[in-house]
């Protein structure tokens, strides 16, 4: 593989399975469209993929497996009772803190989502395909860490 194609990784938690099914081939058609490589993981939950995604980081630091970035998918869907707060809210914090604090390349598809109606409007490929919009925005974070020469942290 040559230097200058990037290396994704798509991780994602397919506890709402046909809704992340649709989300991966929104993000799976950007990054074959681009000609980058990909590799996926699956977690059990949303609340799982902020560990995943350190995991890969500090593979990486440790010389094994090195991503240029990462497209991030699932789905959360308001219940009865707190439980989606704290998975939604802790899940986002905690990915954000590392994407910060990693520079990383982090495109979020995870649907935070009221009912099963909105998830479907936001993972459709045919509609809003969050999918698609976190292949597009990790791509673009990864060509920026690229244009201002950010290897490690």
């Known amino acids: 593989m040559a230097d200058d194609v990037l290396h994704i990784l798509i991780i994602d938690a397919p506890y709402y399975a046909e809704i992340t099914q649709e989300l991966l081939a929104g993000a799976t058609a950007v990054l074959d469209e681009a000609g980058v490589t990909y590799e996926r993981i699956s ?28 497209v991030l998918l699932g789905c959360v869907i308001r219940g009865e009772t707190s439980h989606y707060d704290i998975v939604a809210n802790e899940s986002a914090r905690a990915l954000q803190e590392l994407a910060v604090s990693e520079a990383l390349a982090v495109g979020n598809g995870i649907l935070t989502v009221d009912n099963a109606d909105q998830a479907w409007a936001r993972a459709r490929r045919d509609q809003k395909n969050k999918g698609r919009d976190a292949a597009e925005a990790a791509l673009r974070m990864a060509q920026l860490r690229r244009e201002m020469g950010v290897t490690e942290i």
């Open 43 to 70: 977690v059990p939950g949303v609340f799982e993929i902020p560990a995943a995604l350190s995991m890969a980081s500090l593979a990486g630091d440790m010389g094994h497996r090195d991503y240029d970035g990462y």
